[in-house]
């Protein structure tokens, strides 16, 4: 069986994985990291997105070992230590960005990566960015002012 290192959430982690496991099935079932969510098993949702080097990656499309030596960040690393959210996490929160709250962290993985690259991005560029991310609850509308909020606010 593979070893893999993999640097996630800001911590080393080693660890033996079959060669067919899918990232998102090791964050989930191997570490126990449920906030990245299983939805579609077809990569249209977006539920399962996480960032590795920086990048929105749908979680279900790479395999365990292909993050290798890479750094993979979970919605559960935007979160401090002492709990606090994270300024797009806490943006969610405050504009009612989530109902069910299934999609929620793919779209913060997703929308944390635009603020970063494109923080001046207009609702036009929010929406385009998003459309890999799928939520069934929101019509988007309060998904779009969050992000934009915590971009204003330098998040």
Known sequence: MPSITVRLNGKG?????????????????????????????????GACTVQVNGRSVKSCTMLAVEADGQEVTTIEGLTAADGTLSPMQAAFKEHHGLQCGYCTSGMVMSATELVRRNPK???????????????????????????????????
Do not use: M, P
């Open 13 to 45: 982690v080693e660890a033996e994985v079959e060669a067919r496991v899918l990232l998102v099935e090791f964050l989930r079932e191997r570490l126990g990291l449920t906030g990245t969510h299983v939805g579609c098993d077809t990569s249209q949702c």
């Open 121 to 155: 991005a207009n609702e036009a560029e929010v929406r385009a960015w998003l459309e890999g991310n799928l939520c069934r609850c929101t019509g988007y509308h309060n998904i779009v002012k969050a992000v934009q909020a915590a971009a204003a606010e330098g998040r």
